[in-house]
């Protein structure tokens, strides 16, 4: 399989995951600058719809996955989906991206 690579030719092998819209860090990197507007929990992904694209992405190479969404950890149910993530095949390392959250070593 060929490696995934972004536009300088460099491997890809994490993924950032956001597992809510509702961060509250508000930076740069997921709050543009104009206001962004908040989605139902009907509208965004169930945590086995999220956990179905990290399985596929790991068929392809990805081998390092990134939670995302400021304090992601305050989603009910986070545990469990971190849980599940750590099961996934392939995968190397999971990191938590939240305020005072450590890495996570599988």
Known sequence: MAPNLD????????????????????CAYCQPVKELKLFKHSEILSYEEVLRVVQAASEVGISKIRLTG?????????TDFVASVCRVSGLEDLLPLCVGCPDLKM
Not at 8 to 25: E, K
């Open 7 to 26: 536009r300088f030719n460099r491997t890809i092998t994490y993924l950032r995951v956001s597992v809510t819209d509702r961060c509250n860090l508000r």
């Open 70 to 78: 400021g304090e992601p950890l305050i989603r009910r149910g986070c």
